[in-house]
């Protein structure tokens, strides 16, 4: 049920992007991303619902293929502040408890000045 | 603020104790939660969902009478370590979803240590 992230870790110098992606083996009905600092809890970045959507605010988007079981999150011009480990949740069908997610093993994402 | 509260934010037992853990909404009422358990640097995995006034659902391979979970209210989810280990020593996250279950709702986590 665990989805695969790749890559495992970035390293970014300020300004730069950066992909990272998640991938399932089993058919998807949502993706959550979150984004963790060392030693605190997770916190929520967006939800892609429906296959094909697209969300973003600033400038961290994100897309889900709902036919590849794919998604993906798209950092623009990073900034200090998006350092941390970036986790995707997956809800693997719509029948699911809402709320129950499997993680990825998460992307280490530093960024340099 | 937050919306999902956890309690304690840390704590050391000694091997062979309990230890129970809090984890509240508070702005709204949850009728499910899930507690996750996540090592030094490795993902947060799932353990189970709490069901308010219901049984909890545990994942494969979790010990439900190591981990045990009481969801007695609409706001109140409780996972009690019970014979803690060394081995148990982790970083423990409670979280909630509203109704719609859109978007979910982590606490701060607690971090155990058995000693």
């Known amino acids: 049920q665990q989805p695969v992230q790749s890559p495992q870790a970035v390293i970014l110098r300020e300004g730069e992007d950066a992909v990272i992606n998640c991938s399932s083996s089993?058919?998807?009905?949502?993706v959550h991303w979150y984004r963790q600092k060392h030693g605190e809890a997770p916190v929520f970045l967006m939800i892609?619902?429906?296959?094909?959507e697209q969300k973003g605010h600033d400038k961290i988007s994100a897309s889900f293929n709902e036919k590849k079981q794919q998604s993906s999150l798209y950092l623009t011009a990073s900034q200090l502040s998006y350092s941390g480990t970036y986790f995707c949740g997956t809800v693997p069908d719509r029948g699911s408890t809402l709320g129950r997610l499997y993680f990825g093993r998460g992307t280490q994402l530093t960024v340099w000045p | 603020g937050a919306v999902v509260s956890q309690h304690p934010s840390w704590v050391i037992c000694k091997s062979g104790t309990s230890v129970k853990i809090e984890c509240r909404s508070l702005?709204?009422?949850?009728?499910?939660m899930f507690w996750y358990r996540q090592f030094p640097k490795q993902s947060l995995m799932l353990m189970a969902t709490s069901n308010e006034g219901s049984k909890a659902t545990y994942e494969q391979g979790v010990e439900k009478d190591k981990f045990l979970i009481n969801h007695a209210s609409l706001t109140l989810s409780t996972l009690t370590v019970t014979s803690a280990h060394p081995e148990d020593s982790s970083f423990y996250i409670c979280?909630?979803?509203?109704?719609?279950?859109?978007?979910?709702?982590f606490g701060e986590g607690s971090w155990l240590t058995v000693v």
């Open positions: 702005d709204f009422q949850a009728t499910t």
């Open positions: 089993k058919a998807l009905y949502s």
């Open positions: 892609l619902l429906k296959g094909g």
């Open positions: 979280s909630a979803s509203t109704h719609l279950g859109n978007t979910i709702y």
